[in-house]
């Protein structure tokens, strides 16, 4: 190898801390907040698949720094949550001591990719100082109306002892089990803290069209939210003074209502299930809630119902129908029944189909026992006949209205966000529970309200956290005597993820300003938002539903100047392992980043994993490919050694160097980091050309553009090319058009349609000028010889083909 990796990258690394050369300025009117998802710490640290993101990320932090933009680029830690906790109960060691050892190791691997993180900005989200702001953002939650205890059926794990979003739920084998370990979960009914994310589900819609998101992204937020804009038809219930409330997007087919459908939790089911159908209810309702959610709204899943003996009436036509319960209606979606149409909707339709009940018809067309689709006039639906749908619908809703069987409404598939956790290892709630049965908040000049040593984090049996054993802690007596007790849940990992790029911008000297103080807006408005987030596509509902949520309540409070905080979002692909599945110790295919910076250093994993290909393609780890990025390296450097410079412009670099800085500035730009990269390796080769000096301030600028993807190797050729300070703190280049207009060809020659090399040469060269060169040329030599020549084919500034015998 040309150069020594471990002695540069070292070197520039401890400049870099020292000198604090990526520290956040504020210099300029141009910002740039440029920030990565932040990690998990765990106690595996970092393979080759993480940094990809973290590369791009620095890649446009170090040009927007060179362009004269004042950049935020910092990183931070996700810091509470199970799998810490999951640790220490394996271990007996304490979730705090482990958590700082894994950031102690992520913070060196990091340094170790030359990453230009300002760490003066590192956040922690389970240090007090920032989960006080967490507290206080709960507070203010709380006293807006938009957090509340609950009872809710939710997801229980008994082994983990805590409750389960939807998310972190399997089903396996017909059972519910954790994605974590596999154990067995159940529906429980419990108190819960809930935030309450629904009245946002409108903001958080409309907000979609403000961002530069992948469209993907945006649908899949859409759908998670799930607007649903419609009518809540009655049917009353026959032989009973009940009235079953449903929620229908096509109102214009309430004459084609076959039966309906509750939810097995429905509170009408006990009171509508018939005595000769009350156990198989019963046993029915346990085999639900054995599924989860995500698998009763899946599609491709078998529906299960059954009838439960009574009977509705259509406020339309009167017509009986039957009352059923099936899996695939949820509690929560709406009122939780549904007026099916088999001929109109896929899971009405099959399940008709499986439970053999009639399939009727009320649009034109050729239906055949097949779903319906099409617009068409309406029949066998009395004053909606003729009708189109969009028409129809409005009718029905008018009509039904007038008779008090329906109301306008929209709904939404967005559920309020379960906010509690029975874990030790998460921020405490700054709530307690006074005896007469009242609710305080913690006192805001006591927070942050601090988690209490604990020796034993086993998980209660009883639904609540191992801080119900904390007695010290737990029990409050205020000034006049009244005993209270602390909230034993703590909340979600996710919590201290809603707000952590607030937390940012935040820290000063070591400390976090308070988010309302002067000193916070000023910043917050100079910073936000966010001008480009990168991080995993796994993170495209959840995270960025849930912080776009408080963002958005804290737009409200006039606590940020944005109403949404990542303008520009982007999902990079993952590096899989050589055999093209995803990275996993189980799978033996993990690559681990220290040992390839030991072999080929960071530079060369660094270019490596930005020249692989597009930043959102998911693609295979290739060692060649990684012998490849460091050969190019050391190609490089040769030219450096060589040392052969000039400060005259020969000007046969003109084109090569303001066509690589024209098109690598709008490369970047894009994010097409591979497509820059092949610019400076055309440029390097148009060095190689010649032994002619190379043009000194043109070798300069690509090492600025080189610095982004190699900085350690950069900044030693900065030196080398007798610059001061570091290259990360000198100017972009610029490049002149007037350089841009190519006088040279680049032919491809071909032996009967097979390509076997290029040749230079000067634009518009005569025909018979370029066959003569590419004759003469070894290559096209050596399959020419003992062949005769019985074509030759010439297009201009293009190809030259020889056809053969």
Sequence with gaps: MEFSHKAIEQKWQEYWEKQ??????????????????????????????????????????????????????????????LPAEQYALQTGNDPAEFTLQNITNFRKQLKALGFGYDYNKEVNTSSPMFFKTTQLIFELLYQNGLAEMRDVDVNWCPELGTVLANEEVLNVNGKMVSERGHHLVYKKPMRQWVLKITAYAEKLLEGLDEVDWPESVKDLQRNWIGKSVGAEIKFTVQNSSEIIEVFTTRADTIFGVEYLVLAPEHPLVTKLTAPEYKNAV??????????????????????????????????????????????????FYATGAIMAVPGYDERDYLFALKYQLPISYVIEGEQHQQVHHKDGKHINSDFLNGLFTDEAISKAITVLSSTGHATAKVTYKLRDWLFSRQRYWGEPFPVIHWEDGSISLVDETELPLELPKMTNIQPSQTGESPLANATEWL???????????????????????????????????NAMLDLRSSKAQDLLKKWLPVDLYVGGQEHAVLHLLYSRFWHKFLYDQKLVPTSEPFYKLVNQGMI????????????????????????????TLRLYEMFMGPIDASLPWNPNGLDSARKWLDRVYRLVKK?????????????????????????????????????????????YKDDAPIYQPYFE????????????????????????????????????EKYLEKNEA???????????????????????????????????QTFLVDH????????KNKIVNFVVK
């Design 20 to 81: 604090q050369t990526f520290k956040t300025t504020n210099n300029s009117d141009q910002k740039a907040y440029i920030l990565d998802m932040f990690p998990y710490p765990s106690g595996a640290g970092l393979h080759v698949g993480h940094p990809k993101g973290y590369v791009a990320t620095d890649v446009i932090s170090r040009m927007r720094k060179m362009q004269g933009y004042d950049v935020l680029h910092p990183i931070g830690w996700d810091a509470f949550g």
């Design 282 to 331: 019963t046993e029915f309702l346990a085999t639900t809630k054995a599924k989860s959610d995500l698998d009763r709204q899946d599609n491709s899943k078998e529906k299960t119902g059954m009838f439960i003996g009574s009977y509705a009436i259509n406020p339309a036509n009167n017509k009986v129908v039957p009352i059923w319960i099936a899996d695939y209606v949820l509690p």
């Design 475 to 509: 029990t409050v007596v205020d000034s006049t005597g009244k005993k209270g007790r602390r909230e034993t849940n703590t909340m979600p990992q996710w919590a201290g993820s809603c707000w952590y790029y607030l937390g940012y911008i935040l820290m000063e000297n």
């Design 576 to 603: 899989l392992g050589t055999d093209g599945t995803k990275m996993s110790k189980s799978k033996g295919n993990v690559v681990n980043p220290d040992d390839i910076i030991k072999s080929h250093g960071a530079d």
């Design 643 to 687: 040392n052969n410079f000039t400060n005259v412009n020969n000007h046969q670099l003109d084109f090569a160097y303001h066509s690589m800085v024209k098109k690598g500035t709008e490369m970047l730009e894009r994010l097409s980091f591979n497509t820059t990269i092949s610019q400076l390796m055309v440029f390097i080769n148009a060095c």
């Design 701 to 736: 600028g690509f090492t600025k553009m080189l610095s982004l993807f190699a900085p350690h190797l950069a900044e030693e050729i900065w030196v080398t090319l007798q610059q001061e300070s570091s290259i990360a703190l000198s100017t972009w280049p610029s490049y002149d």
């Design 746 to 780: 680049v032919i491809a020659v071909q032996i009967n349609g097979k390509f076997r090399t290029t040749l230079n040469v000067a634009i518009n060269t005569s025909e018979a000028d370029v066959l003569a060169l590419a004759k003469v040329n070894h290559n096209v």
């Design 788 to 795: 005769e020549i019985i074509k030759e084919i010439v297009i």
